[in-house]
């Protein structure tokens, strides 16, 4: 196999949002991420990000109704620190847990967060 010249470094997961302000405001507020940028008047494009974590808001309503009719569940998974510490946050701040955390037979403590445009965020600590 054949080795790529420039190596991919970063990956950014975009979701897609009815609602691009109510979207930040609940990942600042309730999933604890910080607001990095917007774009458009009116805002079609933002991001949030926690360290060297991302994840981008994309204008999309058709997207969000085929989510939350469940024809699918998008998924991500998001690698963290101080699992249990981050998971009682989260249940504090009121976040839908849809699966509580525990330990995972592939070597994680994880849980899964619904958040509200109906994406499953998989937060998982390394055992």
């Known amino acids: 196999m054949k080795v790529l010249s420039s190596t991919i470094h970063s990956t950014v997961p975009v979701v897609g949002t009815d609602d691009i302000q109510k979207s930040i405001s609940y990942y600042t ?11 458009g008047d009116p805002v079609v494009y933002a991001g949030v990000k926690s360290g060297e974590a991302e994840i981008y808001f994309a204008y999309d309503p058709d ?17 963290i620190t101080e699992a249990d510490k981050l998971y009682q946050e989260h249940t504090n701040k009121g976040a839908e847990i849809i699966d509580a955390i525990s330990d995972r037979p592939w070597g994680a403590r994880q849980y899964v967060v619904k958040e509200i445009n109906g994406y499953h965020l998989k937060f998982a600590q390394p055992l």
């Not at 507020?29 to 774009?39: E, H, S, T, Y």
Request: hydrophobic content about 55%; aromatic content about 22%; overall charge neutral.
């Open 29 to 39: 507020k309730v999933l604890g991420f910080l607001p990095d940028f917007q774009f």
């Open 63 to 79: 997207l969000v109704k085929a989510i939350q009719k469940e024809v699918f569940s998008p998924e991500i998974f998001i690698w």
